[in-house]
């Protein structure tokens, strides 16, 4: 069990990773569940720099949305959806809003979504979308969510987003790099001519719960480091920082 330290550090760095690699930016926010406290991590939303999230710059809230942490700024106008799934998945410690670009495409077309990437596997069974145009800034709204989710890993937001849930902030970086690694797929190679996508019965072997953790903690490793050195680098021309 992470302290809360350890908590606010990951959720921080998952959102400077997630802004790295262009699934946050202007729009999304993600956020981590801490059973022990009841207690609800998430990051600033709509016009804060993702990329320079410190631990200290969270919000917390309760279950019911009540912010304990962060009173007199702007949250994140859909921090419903966070509480809703959180109160209804005990094991959905971590959960994402993201805007990310070939996901949120699916969200916009009549084409369900369905993985054509081996490491897909995880998304087998499809994605659901929900129906209803609105933004989720209400408790009601963000409970059709969580119910729309149920057990599963991701939905997509009609004309909108995504929503991603995981077991812990390291699974939820791999589960979304992964929704969006197989989404680019498909964008990129429908050009080519008809998909190939993946069935359930294709996958079985791919990922299991046990190799995920593996992976997704590999990942972190390597993606944490990446992170550390990003924002740091010089310009591109090769020229000084001033």
């Not at 929900?130 to 009601?140: A, V």
Request: overall charge negative.
């Amino acid at each position: 069990m992470s302290t809360e330290a350890e908590l606010r550090d990951q959720l921080a760095t998952l959102t400077r990773i997630f802004a790295m690699r262009g699934l946050l930016g202007l729009h999304g926010h993600i956020s981590g569940y801490d059973p022990e406290s009841g207690r609800i991590y998430m990051c600033p939303g709509f016009g804060w720099d993702k990329a320079t999230t410190r631990p200290e710059d969270l919000f917390v809230f309760d279950l019911q949305g009540t912010i304990i942490e962060g009173v007199g700024r702007r949250p994140p106008l859909e921090w419903p959806i966070h509480t809703a799934l959180h109160a209804a998945r005990p094991d959905a410690r971590a959960v994402a809003h993201l805007h990310s670009p070939y996901a949120t495409a699916f969200a916009v077309v009549r084409r369900e979504f369905r993985p054509v990437l081996l490491a897909g596997g995880l998304f087998a069974g499809g994605i659901p979308i929900f129906p209803e145009r609105h933004l989720i800034t209400t408790r009601e709204l963000g409970q059709r969510v969580a119910t729309l989710v149920g057990g599963g890993r991701a939905a997509l937001l009609r004309n909108h987003g995504t929503v991603v849930a995981a077991s812990d902030l390291q699974e939820l970086l791999f589960t979304s790099l992964l929704l969006e690694d197989n989404a680019r797929a498909a964008v990129q190679a429908a050009g080519l001519g008809e998909l190939d996508f993946l069935d359930p019965e294709d996958s079985g072997d791919v990922e299991t719960n046990a190799t995920l953790g593996i992976r997704a903690r590999l990942a972190w490793d390597y993606f944490a480091h990446l992170e550390a050195r990003w924002d740091r680098q010089p310009p591109a021309g090769g020229g000084p920082l001033g």
